[in-house]
Nanobody, 124 residues
Framework: QVQLVESGGGLVQPGGSLRVSCAASGFTFSNHWMYWVRQAPGKGREFVVAIRWNGGETWYGDPMKGRITIARDSAKNTVYLQMRNLKPEDTAVYYC?????????????????WGRGTQVTVSS
């Protein structure tokens, strides 16, 4: 059974940094892509970043490009999203997701497996 458990969200001031984590289990990581998707209040889901578990190929979405880094720790089966210079418009629920399809094939609403999300609030 696929399990994705996010942690590390919270309240941060504008310009601050935050790292969220996703602990994964129950599937074969090597043939999957891992995604971070966010959903702001009143808006649809949007891709933030993606990483291919086997090989580490990455893709960064425009909204946060240059302010984020994605990484995976194979020993811990965990994916990390490091966010910097956060803005109020980054306030959203951040979801970890997984799919065998790569970013150029998968749709944001058709990803196979999802975590429950972690709230990130950027406010002074």
């Amino acid at each position: 059974q696929v399990q994705l458990v996010e942690s590390g969200g919270g309240l941060v001031q504008p310009g601050g940094s935050l790292r969220v984590s996703c602990a994964a289990s129950g599937f074969t990581f090597s043939n999957h892509w891992m995604y971070w998707v966010r959903q702001a209040p009143g808006k649809g889901r949007e891709f933030v970043v993606a990483i291919r578990w086997n090989g580490g190929e990455t893709w960064y979405g425009d909204p946060m490009k240059g302010r984020i880094t994605i990484a995976r720790d194979s020993a811990k089966n965990t994916v990390y999203l490091q966010m910097r210079n956060l803005k109020p418009e980054d306030t959203a629920v951040y979801y970890c997701a997984a799919d065998r399809r790569d970013i150029w094939q998968v749709g944001v609403d058709t990803i196979a497996a999802w975590g429950r999300g972690t709230q990130v609030t950027v406010s002074s």
